[in-house]
């Protein structure tokens, strides 16, 4: 059994910076591919950045430049750098193991951006 606990999340102004973090325990995540989601008030969950075992990432086209997935193996964490925040960035964010057969969530981090 895999658990995944988000945390850094919070109230910022709008070009502020926020990182989220996503600790994992109960299996070594190494040579797992990460991804974070968001799902903003009123809307369906979206994809927002991924991350493989080896290292490659890959960005929603609306964070792409501004927000930085990483990895910490030594400490089973996957991290999301965000910055210049924007009010469209609010939202509930979730992180993502992907392991079969349909992948472990946690349990959200909110995030919200005041302009």
């Known amino acids: 059994q895999v658990q995944l606990v988000e945390s850094g999340g919070g109230l910022v102004q709008a070009g502020g910076s926020l990182r989220l973090s996503c600790a994992a325990s109960g299996r070594i995540l190494s040579n797992t591919a990460m991804a974070w989601y968001r799902q903003a008030p009123g809307k369906q969950r979206e994809w927002v950045a991924t991350?493989?075992?080896?290292?490659?990432?890959n960005y929603a086209d609306s964070v792409k430049g501004r927000f930085t997935i990483s990895r910490d193996n030594a400490k089973n964490t996957v991290y999301l750098q965000m910055n210049s925040l924007q009010p469209e960035d609010t939202g509930v964010y979730y992180c993502r193991a992907d392991i079969p057969p349909a992948g472990y969530w946690g349990q959200g981090t909110q995030v919200t951006v005041s302009s």
């Open positions: 991350i493989t075992s080896g290292g490659s990432t």
